[in-house]
């Protein structure tokens, strides 16, 4: 019996040197965690369990009232936000689109709004015919935070401000404001005789309701945080902004700090007014935004829907009652819905719309003659953003996930994107914030010779480092290489999401190359656009293609999207 013991407590020893030699095995196999935590910037943080640092950071830029100071400290949440590679900036947009000759008047700002109302057309046609995109997301204004959405708000809302063609902020439902000597109550005078285009009258009652449902917990609005600025303003609990109709021709608000962008604010569709009996008509605690998706509803703006035909097209026509209405000579806007860039193109040469705000890829470079086709500048950047709390992180330190997302970064051929794809001259991102975006301080917040967090064109300049480098850093976080190419007991595999233009698809190809070429799989899924936007703000992805149009010229802008509450916040940071 005590031999059998022995015998047991034996093999029990060598099952016990057995597992540890497995558990040292399977450590080796984990990469290198302690390496990992090198090769991170100091500024790293955990960007799930750690963001509140970066929710305090952006909060405390929106207060600070030492200008040169706020400007240093949005220096820093970009290099938190840079150090954990979830962010993968591909190149600064401009806008590209094809526009008759006998059209004039249509007008962009720098944030990619498009406005139609002034448009005129010399072949004495009185219905201009446009392609935006397709199937709009939302076309609630307090809801909407894609482009094309901005701009069928800008043409069919009005807010107290809005922009020139000059892309200059000017007075739009407002005559003007009064500013406290602290630079905290604004005083807004509305013009007389403002009118819904349901001929009732709009007041400052009608602002001082519709922003404080968009600032409203409950309403679920992306850009809820733009309001975080204003007194009284939660982003946990249903509580009210300080914003007051003294009379009907009057609004006051108090903000908790300077804001030297406010007018932009003012001008942007989140603060413009909605009208509260048409919303509350068919707005539901899980539908908000029901009011407006079909047409007939009342707007305050120089067009009103008139028609809609889901995912074909829709109608808007003019609102007489809109305050400039006067100089309104286009009747109709006819919108066809589609984001299929050759049937979009096709549409234009054959006649059927008279502006397409988007080409084929293949079509650019014989367009560039074309004075048709046209390029303006826009500020914002093309990217790519990976879901912090992806399955393909699982089992990984939060250093050796950034350093899996570096070596993802490193390894696309940003030049190829913008010489083969972007075609116009776009210039390749090594951060974020785009060249050229005013820093707050009278200065500017990055230049092209600045400098950014990695180098852009490093993958061209010195191919064998950048992909040696790229390895390393998967190295680290347990993958194994053979002959420069991932091992097959160790393989990457995930999905890239995207909408459907020729465009996107053509940056996911190459994309997809990239990381081929150390053995990294990736598999492209394609979706209609209201479904990609909605799938990517819910986290339903790994990897999926991105953009960011500034809405205002101020880095915070493009800083405090990425907080955990936003609605924006596609990379699910602190959740």
């Known amino acids: 019996m005590k031999k059998f013991l022995a015998i047991l407590l034996a093999l029990a020893m060598v099952l016990s040197f057995a597992a540890c030699g497995e558990k040292k095995v399977e450590e080796t196999s984990n990469g290198d965690p302690e390496k990992a935590k090198t090769l991170v910037s100091d500024a790293f943080i955990d960007p799930v369990t750690e963001w509140a640092t970066y929710d305090a950071l952006v909060a405390s830029i929106k207060s600070e009232t030492d200008m040169a100071k706020r400007t240093q400290m949005m220096h820093d949440a970009e290099d938190i936000l840079m150090s954990n590679y979830c962010v993968i900036p591909f190149y600064y947009y401009n806008d590209v689109y094809l526009q008759k000759d006998y059209v004039s008047g249509i007008y962009s700002n720098a944030f990619a709004t498009k406005f139609f109302m002034y448009t005129t057309m010399s072949n004495g046609a009185t219905t201009l015919k446009l392609n935006l995109a397709s199937e709009p997301d939302y076309l609630d204004p307090a809801l909407n935070s894609s482009v094309d959405g901005a701009c069928l708000a800008a043409n069919s809302f009005s807010g107290l401000y809005t922009y020139n063609a000059e892309g200059k902020c000017t007075p739009a439902c407002a005559e003007g404001y009064e500013l406290s000597a ?135 026509t003019k609102n007489p009652y809109w305050y400039d209405a006067d100089k309104v000579t286009v009747e109709t806007l006819e919108f066809m819905l589609s984001d299929d860039d050759t049937a979009i193109y096709a549409a234009y040469n054959s006649g059927d719309i008279d502006f397409a705000d988007s080409v084929p890829t293949d079509e650019i470079a014989s367009l560039k003659s074309n004075p048709e086709f046209h390029i303006v500048d826009e500020l914002g950047t093309y990217y790519a953003a990976f879901n912090c709390k992806s399955a393909i992180f699982e089992g990984k330190t939060p250093e050796q996930a950034a350093c899996m997302r570096e070596a993802f970064s490193i390894l696309i051929d940003r030049d190829y994107i913008c010489e083969n794809v972007g075609q116009t001259g776009q210039v390749a991102a090594d951060t974020y914030l785009p060249i050229g975006m005013a820093d707050g301080n009278g200065g500017v917040f990055k230049t092209a010779t600045s400098g950014g967090y990695y180098d852009a064109y490093g993958i061209n300049n010195d191919h064998d480092a950048t992909v040696a480098k790229a390895i390393e850093l998967l190295e680290v976080a347990g993958y194994k290489f053979k002959d420069g190419k991932l091992d097959a007991s160790t393989p990457i595999q995930l999905t890239y999401l995207t909408n459907t233009s020729s465009g996107h698809i053509a940056v996911a190809e190459s994309i997809q190359q990239d990381l081929k070429q150390v053995g990294i799989e990736l598999t492209i899924e394609q979706q209609d656009w209201n479904v990609f936007l909605e799938e990517r703000k819910n986290g339903n992805f790994d990897f999926a293609r991105e953009g960011w149009i500034a809405d205002f010229n101020d880095p915070i802008n493009m800083l405090e999207m990425w907080i955990t509450n936003s609605g924006n916040n596609d990379c699910q940071f602190g959740r």
């Open 182 to 316: 602290d630079g905290l109550t604004y005083t807004v005078t509305l013009k007389s005789g403002l009118k819904w285009s349901d001929g009732t009258p709009l007041t400052a009652a009608d602002f001082e309701y519709s922003w404080k449902r968009a600032a409203d917990i409950n309403t679920a609005a992306d850009y809820q945080y733009m309001y975080s600025g204003f007194e009284g303003y939660s982003d946990s609990e249903s509580t009210a902004i300080n914003v007051t109709a003294l009379d009907d021709t009057t609004l006051q608000f108090v903000l908790t700090a300077p804001c030297a962008y406010m007018e932009d604010l003012m001008a942007f569709p989140t603060f413009y007014p909605v009208q509260k009996a048409c919303v509350e008509a068919k707005a539901t605690a899980d539908a908000p935004g029901a009011w407006c998706q079909e047409a007939g509803f009342v707007s305050n703006g120089a067009y009103v829907c008139t028609g809609w035909n889901h995912d074909t097209g829709m109608t808007y």
